[in-house]
């Protein structure tokens, strides 16, 4: 697949490049750690891998180079992707930084300081990002008790962030009424007080626009941001800690409350991803009905995501639209999978039930409240003036940036880039069906909105043709080592008691290896790279959540605007805290 | 001046205030009900009093009393007078302006003339922009004694907006002097007649457009509502609760309803009802009243007939019979009417004043229909358009409405004069 990144590794690094291996149709390049910044370059100048889609860490305690460091990469043009990897002893655990080359990697190199304590030199904030600042130890290392509790309560002032970043280079006014700030908006504010000639706002992590948990500090001139330092980790749930420690189908479970909003395609992208390392073919009938709940869950999505970023806009009318045909659509997900939000819906190798008697009529029904709610807030925004003024330009991004910051989804389909998993990597039968990829042209706030709108016409657009040809059929694999066997089995076959016994108790078991499979979530590419050493439980299982990059650039795409915009492009971007901070 | 023009000044004081005072939870009414249906949903419907809901009107006087006992935070550090000031003021400022508005026509009784009016100032237009540019300190106070970075940020966009919009709406008020010759809004609408199309809405429609345009920035309502912004800054009365915080609201809604009075008076003709002039009705009111009193006693027997039969059991308790409480005592007064009719027929339609009495409903009548219309309209906007942002805010103020008011005011001037 993407055996030439691999030759040009070796041509150009020669014995700095120490092997390379395939899974499951995946090519690994594993580097020394001293030529890593060096192969990320070649790379992504020579071999056009324009994205870095993941970079996270893994332990390997009493191995000789304990931790490694695993990057994504993918090239938008070429479609193709490849994992590179390094390691670094116990002892000086530390790697030159990825962010000179990738931008994105900020974050991500953050947080595998946060997790493993991997050190990566160069890096110009290397911080903890999801765990507090005063927290003691590295809570994805092997050796860190999952039960062990460290409650803090302090907040971060987040100075130190603030002194390193540009400001926004716009001619700043000091005016006159510098000392009614200084003497009255700061007062009751002890982050402020030490920098008592700027005007500092914290927006969250309890604010109104904030949906979910975020904090951004920022530093205003007027109202316009100077300034600003996002700081996540409020809802950071240790996902991945937990993940380690359950069952393969007990992470099911877990995945619902990744991107709570559409926690259907997060079921499926984890069970993908677990079929793809158990090589499973799921039954047709299955792949079909994924595709169907996956569709159903982006237009969810969509519509919280539109209305409630419009609420932010403050025509808040639309919201209630949009939210009636949520809400015929969250009827259907409970009669599906017995839940409106925590549905935990597919199971490794199939799903957890057939779909609901008379779903047909009912989602035709669903899908045509849909239309008519989309018409009407299409009518009541499209071209509103003052809609269109508050939208267009505001928190624009470009396609190269947007692609070098990790954008995907709809927040890169704005810019003008017609990425999307489901086109690209067609999975299940996404290029058996007709559809289109909705794509802005200014990559602002206005454009994501309406690409999303845009989008929903296109899941129901699947929706139907899915309906139309659902074939008939198992739902469930029939490969026993994964699936339990059906009860006249279980009770009247020794074989089928004993299969039932052993997976009961032990769970299934992957064999040895790695994958990183991707879907196309609701917020752009969902991935899951899931290590295993044949195990009842992932020896890893890390999430690429789509926003975590999004929200990455959130900074860069406010600086200079208004503090009304920061809550529309925050609403536009659809950053969810369930996803971002795991 | 006597006693009795004491008197008769303090109570038409008193009844004009108390009229604003309880047309504040209609108009909070009209706003969750009009919400509710433009949305697509029911809106409040289910508290009521003896099984008495009154189409969700109960909910008002629930929340009104939650809101009464609730605890009030005030915040350490700040200057309690002026916390405490705040919403007074902004109270005040709304409700103040209603003493130059004139609620009914000149009636004549026992010799004497009057107008439902708290005091028929010759500067009433100038009164009214002065009183209700109060409002921007109410506002001021409020975000700058709270604080807080957000309430700032509310009160410094309170501060601009009022003053950019105050302009605005001087400029589209001085329109109508020209036109009308005089400060005075009972002047402004005795002027204008019962002819539809000498009304301002229609001789000034520019002046209407900005003096509308700029209401709503000074009432601070959606599209203008960037002091409030409640999903950018939460505003200016962040740090307010319980019964204060109440008061910022009932500011607001008693603005809208006086300066919808204002707009009735200045652009709607005021009581004047459209072909009907005062001394029509004043000589035709016996007629009006022989014509009203039979339909008055069938409209309410079928009003009360078509509510009492929407009886159904739904709720298990005494909201089930509440169209039969409505409806039933609806039937019997449109009964007892028709049965007066003939005994007292002829005895309350020969009356002296009646012709007054005639003029002053209906009037009075005209002025509250068109207020409560034009409040719709509010209703109707909010729910319809998103938030300006503050640079468009400004934008539209300095850059459109002021110079579009300066524009009118010229042509105007220059139309009168050639005139003469």
Known sequence: MAIEYIKLLEERLGDAAVESHSFRGFESAVVRSGAWERALEILKTDGKLNMLTDLCGLDHPGEKDRFEVVAHLYSVEKKKRVRLKTRCPEDDPSISTSTRVYPAADWFEREAFDMYGIRFDGHPNLKRILCHRDFVGHPLRKDYPKEKRQPFSTPDTLMDEMEILDPCDRPIVRSSDRKILDGVTIARSTIARSHDSRFLLNIGPSHPAMHGCFRVLVELDGERIRNAVPEIGYMHRCFEKEAEAHTWHQVIAYTDRLNYVSPIMNNAGYCMAVERLLDIEIPERAKWIRMLACEVSRICDHLVAVGANLVDIGALTNFWYLFNAREQFTDWIEALAGARLTATYTRIGGLSRDIPAGSNAQLRSCIKTMRQAIKDVAAMTKKNRILIDRTHGIGAISEEEAITRGFTGPCLRATGCAYDVRRAHPYYFYDDIEWDVPVGIRGDTYDRIFVRMEEMEQSARIIEQVLERLPEGPIMTSRRDVVLPPPHEVYGSIEGMMQHFKLAMHGIHPPEGEVYSYTEAANGELGFYIVSDGCERPYRARVRAPCFPIYQAFPMLIKGHLVADVVAIMGSLNIIAGELDR | ?420
């Open chain 2, 1 to 420: 001046m006597n006693a009795m023009d004491i008197s008769i000044a303090a109570a038409r004081a008193v009844v004009i205030f108390g009229l604003v005072l309880s047309l504040i939870p209609v108009l909070i009414w009209m706003e969750r009900k009009g919400a509710a249906y433009i949305q697509d949903r029911r809106g409040p419907n289910r508290a009521h009093i003896l099984g008495f809901r009154l189409g969700g009107l109960v909910h008002m006087l629930a929340d009104a009393l939650k809101l009464l006992t609730k605890e009030e935070v005030t915040a350490a550090g700040v200057m309690k007078p002026l916390v405490f000031l705040a919403p007074a003021l902004a109270f005040f400022a709304a409700t103040a302006t209603v003493a130059a508005v004139p609620f009914s026509g000149p009636i004549s009784v026992a010799g004497q003339t009057l107008t439902l009016e708290v005091a028929n100032m010759k500067a009433g237009l100038v009164y009214v922009l002065a009183i209700s540019s109060l409002g921007a300190y109410a506002l001021l106070l409020a975000g700058v004694t709270s604080q807080t970075s957000y309430s700032f940020l509310g009160a410094m966009r309170a501060a601009s907006q009022f003053i950019s919009y105050e302009l605005a709406l001087g400029m589209a008020a001085l329109a109508l002097f020209l036109v009308a010759g005089s400060l005075s809004l009972t002047d402004i609408a005795a002027d204008q007649g019962a002819v539809l199309w000498r009304w301002n809405a229609f001789r000034q429609p520019l002046a209407f457009l900005i003096f509308m345009a700029a209401l709503f920035a000074e009432a601070s309502r959606l599209p203008f509502d960037l002091p409030e912004g409640d999903s950018e800054i939460v505003g200016y009365h962040v740090e307010y609760s319980s019964m204060r915080f109440a008061m910022f609201f009932m500011a607001e809604y008693a603005h809208i309803i006086v300066g919808s009075a204002v707009v009735a008076a200045l652009f709607f003709g005021g009581w004047n009802i459209p072909f009907a002039d005062q001394g029509l009705i004043a000589a035709n009111a016996e007629r009006i009243a022989a014509v009203a009193w039979p339909i008055a006693a069938v409209v309410l027997m079928l009003a009360g007939a078509s509510i009492a039969q929407r009886f159904k059991k739904r709720f298990g308790d005494l909201r089930d019979y509440e169209p039969v409480m409505i409806g039933l005592p609806m039937m019997i007064a449109g009964v007892t009417l028709a049965i007066l009719y003939a005994p007292l027929g002829d005895v309350i339609l020969s009356t002296r004043w009646l012709p007054a009495a005639v003029t002053f409903v209906l009037g009075f009548t005209a002025v509250l229909a068109k207020t409560l219309l034009i409040a719709s309209v509010f209703v109707w906007v909010r729910w319809t358009l998103p938030r300006f942002r503050y640079d468009q805010v400004m934008a539209f103020g300095w850059k459109i409405l002021l110079p579009a008011g300066m524009l009118n005011l010229v042509v105007t001037a220059a139309i009168m004069l050639y005139l003469g």
